[in-house]
Structures are given as C-alpha cells and as structure tokens.
C-alpha cells in the first residue's frame, strides 16, 4: 500500500479520542487527501480538546455523540480506536459489508518500508521503548517513535527517511490489527505477560494470543527478543519462528542476550560478551526497570552498537511520564507519580522500589483482575493508604481485612486527587515517599491514566 492510495477515498475514523492517536489519524489522512468522518460517541465538549487540535483541517467532518451505521457502510475503509473490540456492533457492520477495517498499527505497518522495533508487554514496554529510542539517538541513528505513551502514529510516516529505524509501542489492542494484517516487526521485543484487560478479553489465553502477534509472521532471520525470567512468556516460546534473543535479570543467558553478573549488565553474542555498566550506575529505580535496560540492551547489542554507546544512552534517559516519575521533593518528602501501574503487578513493582517508608494512593476502576497479591503486598511494606474509589478499590479492601488483624479498620476512600494528595501529606513525614501507584484503572473520576498523573503532579507542584 502506498499514501498515494488514499488520495479521494472516503474513511470513517472511529474513535477521535483524547490521547492523541486519533487526531494523529486525522491530520495525516486529511494530508493524504482523504475525506474523512471521524464520529465518535463522546460530545463535542467532552472532545473539546482534541477539536481544537483540528481546527481548520481539510475535507474532514465531524459525527459527535454517536456512531450512525451509514458512516460505516458507506465508505472505502474504517479504522478503528485501538480501545475499540472488533465485536463493536458497527465493526461487525464494516465487516459484514466487505468494507476494510485497519487500525492505525496496521496501516503504519502497511505504509512504511522502514526496519520496524516494536515492544510489546505488560508492564515495561513504554519504558523499554523509551530506552531503546535513547540508545539510538546516542549512536546517531536515524530514529523515530510511535506510540510511545501518547505520542500518535500514522503522522509520523512523514519524517520517514530511507535509513530511518521505527520504535514502535505496541500494545495488544494494536497487535490485534496485525495478526488481522499477518504482519510482525522485524525486531520484536517482549518485556513480559501478567494478567491484565481482562474487563476487555474473555481470558488471559485471548489476551495472550493478541501479545504473540508481534512475532507469529516474522521471518527466519529477524529477531524476537523476549524475557527468559517470565513463565507465561516461556508457553509461547515454540511459537516463534524467528531468531530467539533472551535478557535475564535471574541466570546468564548462554546463548545470544543481556543479563546480569557480578553486579553488571552485560550483553553476549556469538563472538563476544561485554560489560555494559554496572548496576549501582543506573538512574531508574526498580528492579523492574532492570529488566527494561536488559531487554534494550540486547536490541541494541543486535544491532551492533557499541557498548560504550549503549551505556550512554542508557544513563541519558531520566524516565517516563507517569512510570516512578519524581514530582517533588517537599519537607523532606518525596513525591512519586506512578499513575501508570494501572495492573496489581506493576503497582506491586513500584512499592518494592523503595526502602523508604510509603504513604501509597492507589484504588479505583475495575478490570477483573485479582488485586489480593497487592493487599498483602500493602499489608506488608506500606506505612499508610488512600484509596481512590472505584470498583477495584472496594475488592483491595476486601482483600486487605484478610491480611490484618484489625477486620474493622476504617480506610480512607477519596473522589479527588486533591483529597488524595491532601490526605497523604498528613499522614507523610520526613524521609517518606508518596507514592501514586494505583494498580486499577482511571476511569470514574479521570479521563485516564494520564490525566489521574498530571492532576496529581499539578497538585503536588502547587503544594505550599
């Protein structure tokens, strides 16, 4: 497929969003000369802030407060909100009618000749992604990236040159349209596999399945880096028609991969093994964020960058958004932003973080997953918590007067982030860490993840 196709065809955008991808989606079709309808059930104030992003595009209209079954018949290609399921009523409509159906993934897949990265997992893989793109920069690659927490996709086809390389996020949503498409990266890079959407897929093996797609149609000779220190990883391992190249945080990989000796990180090939840095070097906090540098480290170790380089690029990245990110420090307190461990998993990683005694905001919407792993984790390590309420918060709780003696606590249970930062505040002192790390999603009192952590940051920033 190339751009020029797109030239007069009428697409329905589903889903114009607030992260991003679908005023990305807009601008880049309305620059290929497509006609455009992006409907999409929010309204117009509720999507005010992504409509001003658009003012004055070209040959795009806009449908708001419902989806109309003729903007999905009467069309040349749908693409869909990678949130949406392709059982959605007017997917299923498209489908029935020959009428394609992509998401931007797939499109980006189909449009670009680049060499592909993508990363993939359950927790890790914005980080991993930010790491990898680090390195590259440092070794003067040409370099884009996509996906990357809120940064959208098909406009970055523009600043594609020939020797461009692609770091691509890739979530299971997104994987969902290239198993469609039977298209996989070149190099894929899986970080792990935890419970996780499962208020989206049926099972954690339907979940699962969406993962693998980022290796099941690449080719002999590319590369599937993956996490040799995770179990579920280890059942899809036959799967992987490509070349295997492993990181480990818990044993030395014998053949191809990164790991961990002697309180280093090294990376080993066919011909040599070489020390990349030691441990007590890194920024990041978390032995999860380990596992992130490994799993860069051995794609990078593939690409034949210099270990030097690769040390650089590693120690030049400060973080992400939303991932253990350090608002402020304020009466010898400090503030932490994890709004990101929307999973019980990585709320548990960001807890185990710290040695410092923790004043933890977590809780709120629900996505069926088991959250007793993280009351006995609360019930052991945390000083103190504020619960966001919602869904999830109400079965922490359940599971927490398991875990200790007193069955008739009282618990703190806000519908702010301003009560939630307020509340911690009191209970926090000097030497403490406030740790926003939710383990649930947003939904309810955020838009999303990313809005529960900038109000959060917001707040502690105006902390008097």
Same mark, same amino acid.
């Given at each position: 497929m190339n751009i020029i196709d797109l030239k007069g065809k009428k697409i329905t955008v589903m889903g114009l969003g %607030?992260?991003?991808g679908g005023v990305g989606t807009v601008? +880049? %079709?309305s620059e290929a000369g497509a006609c455009i309808i992006a409907t999409d059930i929010k309204s117009k104030e509720e999507l005010a802030l992504s409509l001003e992003k658009l003012k004055g595009i070209k040959n795009a209209s806009f449908v708001l407060g419902q989806h109309r079954p003729e903007d999905f018949i009467k069309t040349d290609l749908v693409i869909k909100n990678p949130a949406v399921s392709w059982n959605n009523k007017y997917i299923k409509l498209a489908l029935d009618k020959k009428i394609p159906v992509e998401m931007d993934s *797939? %499109? +980006? +897949?189909?449009l670009c000749e680049n060499k592909i990265i993508g990363v993939t997992g359950t927790k890790g893989k914005t980080t991993t992604a930010g790491l990898i793109y680090a390195i590259l920069k440092t070794a003067k690659k040409d370099t884009v990236e996509a996906g990357i927490s809120q940064t959208s996709v098909l406009d970055k086809l523009k600043n594609l040159k020939k020797e461009t390389l692609v770091v691509f996020e890739l979530s299971s949503w997104r994987l969902s349209a290239l198993g469609k498409a039977k298209i996989s990266p070149q190099i894929s890079v899986i970080t792990n596999i935890y419970p996780d959407h499962l208020n989206y897929y049926k099972s954690m093996d339907e979940y699962i399945a969406d993962k693998e797609n980022i290796f099941l149609h690449q080719k002999k000779n590319d590369i599937c880096v993956i996490n040799a220190d995770s179990e579920l990883l280890g059942k899809s391992r036959w799967k992987i028609p490509s070349q295997i190249v492993e990181f *480990?945080?818990?044993k030395i990989i014998s053949d191809s991969g990164a790991f961990i000796k002697d309180g280093g990180i090294y990376f080993k090939n066919s011909e040599n093994e070489n020390k990349i840095l030691d441990i007590s070097e890194i920024k990041l906090k978390g032995g999860h964020n380990q596992e992130n540098i490994l799993a860069a480290v051995a794609v990078a170790g593939m690409l034949g960058i210099n *270990?030097? !380089? !690769?040390?650089k690029g590693i120690l030049s990245f400060s973080g992400t958004p939303h991932r253990l990110e350090l608002v402020r420090k304020s009466d010898g307190?400090? =503030? =932490?932003n994890d709004s990101a461990a929307t999973t019980p998993e990585s709320a548990i990683s960001g807890i185990n973080s710290f040695s410092a005694p923790i004043v933890l905001i977590c809780g709120g919407a629900n996505k069926n997953l088991d959250v007793s792993i993280l009351a006995k984790e609360i019930s052991k390590k945390v000083k103190s918590v504020i619960f966001l309420a919602g869904e999830s918060t109400d079965k922490i709780i359940e599971e927490l007067r398991k875990e200790i003696e007193n069955k008739n606590a009282e618990f703190k249970i806000v519908n702010s982030m301003e009560q939630a930062v307020e509340l911690a505040r009191q209970e926090a002192r000097s030497g403490d860490a406030v740790l926003l790390s939710p383990g649930a999603s947003s939904f309810g009192l955020f838009v999303n993840e990313f809005d529960r952590g900038d109000q959060f940051r917001e707040i502690v920033k105006n902390l008097k």
């Open positions: %607030l992260h991003g601008k +880049f %079709l *797939s %499109l +980006f +897949f189909k *480990s945080r818990e *270990s030097d !380089i !690769i040390k307190v400090e =503030y =932490y």
